[in-house]
């Protein structure tokens, strides 16, 4: 598969890594805006994005009118995911977006949702989300969290939606915190006077992101349309 790198940082490197272990060629290797890249003339099965958040829209929406497929991990950038949706089906691309490409954040993700529909109505409890992150990290809070954040406000009636720091009863509150060399630890609790109850996930590297990712990539190759992480997990395991 010939795949063109969106961002060559720390993640894209992870990823190249990866790639070239499962027989993957690196066509190209992006670390500024896609218009500087005659794109349109190349070879490219696949792009996959891990950025910066301002530059995420742009060089994916291009791919897309270029009729190259994307798979996107860049976090920050979720204000235009709607309009990068319509461009991809109005292109007749593909895409898949995931906030953690990592097989056990997205296990991770399932135990959540178990476990938010558990405690619902379980007013004695209050719930809060920690991330802990490299210094270098641009934005906070992390998709993941995020991510967490949705699925509990899905499951749970008295939530609404999530807050950094200091949140309303009807929000969760997200603390974030940023520590040299973290590669990404996520943790949900729920605490009572009486007790506490805590699910965490523990990033010990970058690999597994990365080899999500390069695994989505596998699985979007021929496809058209829009797809989730879960898309892909549920058609290998
Ligand atoms: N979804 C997931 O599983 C994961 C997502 N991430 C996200 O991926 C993104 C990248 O993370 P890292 O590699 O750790 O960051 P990084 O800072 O090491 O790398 C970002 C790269 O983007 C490049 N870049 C800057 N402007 C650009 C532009 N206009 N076009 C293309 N590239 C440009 C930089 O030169 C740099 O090489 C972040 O948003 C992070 O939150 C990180 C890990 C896992
Ligand atoms: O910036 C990172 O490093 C990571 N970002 C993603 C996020 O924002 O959730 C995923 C992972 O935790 C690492």
């Given at each position: 598969m010939k795949i063109a790198l969106l961002g060559y940082g720390k993640m894209g490197k992870t990823i190249e890594e990866i790639a070239l272990n499962r027989d993957?060629?690196?066509v190209l290797k992006i670390e500024?805006?896609?218009?500087?890249?005659?794109?349109?003339k190349m070879e490219i099965d696949v792009a996959i994005d891990f950025s910066v958040p301002k530059a995420a829209f742009k060089n994916i929406t291009t791919c897309f009118k270029n009729n190259i497929p994307v798979v996107c991990g860049t976090?920050?950038?979720?204000?235009?995911y709607e309009k990068a949706v319509e461009i991809c089906k109005k292109e007749d691309s593909a895409f898949i977006y995931a906030s953690n490409f990592s097989v056990g954040v997205n296990l991770f993700f399932e135990l959540n949702k178990k476990l938010a529909k558990m405690m619902n109505g379980m007013d004695d409890y209050a719930v809060e989300i920690e991330e802990i992150h490299h210094?270098?990290?641009?934005?906070?809070?992390?998709g993941t969290a995020i991510s967490l954040a949705q699925q509990i406000v899905t499951e749970?009636?008295?939530?609404?939606s999530w807050q950094l720091d200091h949140a309303a009863a009807d929000e969760i509150p997200i603390k974030a915190k940023r520590i040299e060399d973290v590669p990404g630890t996520h943790t949900v609790s729920y605490k009572s006077k009486i007790d506490s109850i805590e699910i965490m996930h523990t990033a010990n590297s970058r690999q597994g992101f990365a080899l999500g990712a390069v695994i989505a990539a596998e699985w979007l190759k021929d496809k058209k349309g829009i797809f989730t992480m879960q898309d892909v997990l549920s058609s290998q395991f």
């Open positions: 993957h060629e690196i500024e805006d896609i218009d500087t890249y005659e794109i349109d976090t920050g950038w979720l204000d235009d210094t270098q990290k641009q934005d906070a809070p992390s749970n009636v008295k939530k609404n």
